[in-house]
């Protein structure tokens, strides 16, 4: 089966280029082109199943907002009535929910960063949740001759500045120390099934995150959370524990992927300490943020995943 980034980089290469050649040649070396965004087809990850929505030969065209206040609106008419039928599958004006066809740059970055060129400051960072982040570098650029589009993605695929990295990863081993470390077992001690999952469900969300965080990669949104966390080098075993944990609930399990956890801090040089207790490692980690905006804040600020 041909994953939907394959099908929307034959559909570009079959009409888009040509497209906008023909309707804006003066776009030829400024207009870039490819898929980004939401979409299980943006990351890789869509199967027969997602086929059902949003699923639909297409692509983005991505200009600056000069270029899209003058040749938006005529490219995107082109662009509607490009070929609805390709490979065998349909396009209807519909499909994608808008996620399709001529966007201004600082739109698209507005949309997920809620800056037009990307966060800057620390504050900026801080604020932008991983799933955003993570949604406005997948995919993939199939064209930007003038880089104006990919020069913003790739300083947003550097990752986070190191303060607020330290910041969000303190956030992370505070919410795995007190929702899987402390409360999963006292809940499973008063029987309380549901508040044991709800601490299990939070836990784990938590232990994704600051996966993708010490492999300096966005974590996707919550549904492809974990199949990311399994394409990634560090902490690679953590996923399988992961899963069993959230098929038994047994603190035993959570207790092992803080340990792991602790020890990849350690490596990383983010702690020094020897406790198993995740919420311990908070002021070694919380101490090496530099910009006094930053370490004012508590841990907790940051529970924006």
């Not at 064209?143 to 986070?160: L, N, V």
Request: aromatic share 10%; hydrophobic share 40%.
């Amino acid at each position: 089966m041909m994953k939907g980034l394959g099908l929307s980089k034959k559909y570009y290469e079959e009409y888009g280029r040509r497209m906008i050649m023909e309707t804006v040649p003066d776009l030829a070396d400024r207009a870039a082109a490819g898929l980004a965004g939401d979409g299980s087809q943006c990351y890789g990850f869509d199967d027969e199943i997602s086929r059902d929505h949003d699923f639909a030969p297409g692509f983005c065209i991505w200009l600056t907002d000069d270029d899209f206040r003058l040749y938006g609106q005529a490219l995107q008419e082109t662009y509607d009535r490009l070929p609805s039928e390709f490979m065998g599958l349909s396009r209807r004006p519909s499909d994608a929910s808008g996620r399709l066809g001529v966007r201004r740059i600082s739109s698209f970055y507005s949309e997920y960063t809620g800056c037009p060129a990307g966060p800057v400051s620390n504050e900026q960072w801080l604020m932008c949740p991983e799933t955003a982040l993570a949604a406005c570098t997948n995919g993939e650029v199939f064209y930007d001759p003038s880089g104006e589009f990919s020069r913003i993605r790739s300083r947003i695929t550097e990752f986070y500045p190191e303060d607020v990295l330290r910041k969000k990863i303190a956030a992370r081993a505070a919410v795995m120390a007190q929702a899987g470390q402390y409360n999963l077992p006292r809940c499973l001690k008063r029987g309380d099934q549901v508040a044991a999952s709800l601490a299990c469900a939070r836990f784990t969300e938590a232990a994704l995150s600051m996966i993708h965080l010490l492999n300096r990669r966005y974590m996707p949104f919550y549904k492809w959370a974990f199949r990311s966390a399994q394409s990634l080098t560090k902490l690679r075993h953590l996923p399988a524990h992961i899963e069993e944990l959230c098929r038994t609930l047994n603190p035993d399990t959570a207790e092992k992927i803080c340990a792991e956890i602790a020890s990849e801090l350690r490596l990383q040089g983010f702690s020094a300490s020897q406790s198993a207790f995740l919420q311990d490692h908070l002021p070694d980690i919380m101490s090496g943020i530099e910009d006094p905006v930053i370490a004012a804040l508590t841990p907790m600020a940051d529970f924006n995943f």
